[in-house]
C-alpha cells in the first residue's frame, strides 16, 4: 500500500495546469505592416523575446501592404534570422485595408489562438503573456487591453490607435464572416458583433505609447472612413 502511495502523482495545481495547457496552444500574430521599417525589428524581437521567456508556442505573421520604404526587405531579413517557422511573411501588393490584412493572415496561421497588434509599438508585447493567463483564468473567447481598467495608462495616444486582442481562433473566423467593415472599424465592429454573439471578453489594462518611427498608416480620407464607418455601424447594430 505504501509503495502504491508513493507512486502516485501529487496532484497538480490550477497553475500547472494553465502552464501545461499554454504549451499545448499556438498563438498566432498577425502584424499588418506599412512603411514600419525602423519599427519592424524591434517589435518582432519584443515579440520572441516575450513569447520564449514565457515558453509560449507561437508564429508571427507579416502582412506588408506593398511598403515603399522597404519594410518587406527588413520583413525578409527577419525570417532569416528566426527562421520561417516562427516569422511568416505573407505580402500584399498594396494597401487593402486593415480588416481585409487580418482575413489575409487568417488563411495562414496555424495556431488556435490569433492575435491581432499594430508593428508601430503603440502596445507592448510584454503585455501579451498577461492576456493569455487572463484567458485562461476565465476561459474567455475573447480577450482585450484596455487604458480604462486598472493601472493601463497611455501616452501620446489618440482615438486613431487600434487595441491589441487576443481571440479564439474559430471565433475570429465566425466574427470575420459577420463584420462587414474593411478599415480601421473593422476591430470596433468586431468587439460589437462580438457581444451580439454571446462571446465571452476578459480585459487587460495595459500602456498605449504613441508610434516610436514611420508614418501612421491614418490618412486624412481614411479618418473619414473610420468616422463613417462607426456611424454606420451604429446605425446597423
Known sequence: MASLEMSRSPPRSRRDLEVRSTRQDKYSVLLPTYNERENLPLIVWLLVK?????GINYEI??????????TRDVAEQLEKIYGSDRILLRPREKKLGLGTAYIHGMKHATGNYIIIMDADLSH????????????KEGNFDIVSGTRYKGNGGVYGWDLKRKIIRLYRKEVLEKLIEKCVSKGYVFQMEMIVRARQLNYTIG?????????????SKLGGNEIVSFLRGLLTLFATT
Open 50 to 54: 516575450s513569447f520564449s521567456e514565457s
Open 61 to 70: 505573421i507579416i502582412i506588408d501592404d506593398g511598403s515603399p520604404d522597404g
Open 124 to 135: 507592448h508585447p510584454k503585455f501579451i503573456p498577461e492576456f493569455i493567463r487572463k484567458q
Open 203 to 215: 480585459e487587460v489594462p495595459i500602456s498605449f505609447v504613441d508610434r516610436v518611427y514611420g508614418e
